[in-house]
C-alpha cells in the first residue's frame, strides 16, 4: 500500500539524502489523548494505562503515514503550510496499523483485559489504534518498530527506508521553493525509482492535486 509522510523541506530533504525517517517516541505524540480511548476513570486503569504505555516507549516506536497525499489540511499542519514535502512510501499491508477514529472514549472494567499483571494483546492493539474522530482528517496509518533494531543518533532513532518502507513517490509543495535539480541530487540513485512531481489546488474540489504543466516547477 502507498503511504504518506509529510513534513518540512529541510527535514525532508535531509531524510531523502539518508534514506530514513525519524522514529517517533511513544510518549512524545502530539495528541494529549493519545493511547487513551477507554475511560480512566478509576484508579486502577490509570496506573495500569501509564505503566502500560511507559513500557512499550522504552521498547517501541512508530513511523506515522497518512493513507493521502491530498489533504490541504495535512500539507498545512505538517509540511510547513505547503513548503514541505510528502513521501510516498510502499509498505506491506500487514504492516500497516490503520487508525480507528471514534466519538467517544468506552467504558472500561480493566480487571477483565488483564492476566498475570499484563493486558492481552487485543486490548493492546486497540488502544495503540484508536483515536479521537476529531484526528480522523489524517486518514493515519502506523507502522510500530523496535527501538533497539534502529539507528540511533543524538538520542534519536531512524529508520532505514529499505528495511520496512520502500520509497516511491516525492511531492513538492504547492508553494515549495525546492527545485527539480535539488530534490534529483538527493535522490541519487533512487531517481529513477521514485515519481517526483509538484502539488497545486483542484479546480473543483477542495484536495490538492498533481501539476502537470512541467513549466510550474523549474
Known amino acids: 500500500m502507498l503511504v504518506y509522510h509529510y513534513l518540512p ?23 494529549p ?10 484508579k486502577l486503569a490509570r496506573i495500569v494505562f501509564r505503566n502500560t504505555v511507559a513500557g512499550l516507549a522504552a ?19 505538517y509540511a510547513d503550510r505547503h513548503q514541505g514535502l510528502c513521501l510516498g512510501f510502499e509498505v506491506a499491508d500487514e504492516t500497516l496499523m490503520p487508525v480507528n477514529y471514534v466519538a ?41 518498530v523496535a527501538l533497539g533494531e534502529q539507528m540511533e543518533r543524538a538520542g534519536h532513532y531512524f529508520q532505514r527506508f529499505d528495511a520496512v518502507m520502500h520509497l516511491r513517490q516525492v ?11 535539488e530534490l534529483y541530487g538527493v535522490l541519487g540513485s ?10 497545486r489546488r483542484a479546480f473543483t474540489t477542495y484536495e490538492m492535486t498533481e501539476q502537470k504543466m512541467r513549466s510550474r516547477w523549474k
Request: proline letters at 2%; one cysteine or more; charged letters at 30%.
Open 33 to 42: 489523548h493519545e493511547f487513551a480511548c477507554f475511560q480512566q476513570s478509576t
Open 171 to 181: 511531492i513538492v509543495g504547492e508553494v515549495s521553493d525546492v527545485k527539480r535539480a
Open 59 to 77: 521498547r517501541f516506536g512508530i513511523l506515522c503515514f497518512s493513507a493521502t497525499w491530498r489533504s490541504p489540511v495535512m500539507w498545512a499542519h
Open 9 to 31: 523541506a529541510r527535514y525532508g530533504l535531509e531524510d531523502i539524502q539518508r534514506r530514513e525517517l525519524k522514529v517517533a517516541r511513544l510518549d512524545n505524540l502530539n495528541d
Open 104 to 144: 467517544e472514549r468506552q467504558p472500561l472494567e480493566i480487571e477483565k483485559h488483564m492476566k498475570d499483571g499484563k493486558v492481552d494483546e487485543g486490548f493492546a492493539r486497540q488502544v495503540l489504534s484508536t483515536k479521537s474522530h476529531q484526528w480522523a482528517y489524517e486518514q493515519e496509518q502506523r507502522v510500530f
Open 190 to 199: 533512487l531517481r529513477s525509482e521514485v515519481k517526483c512531481f509538484k502539488a
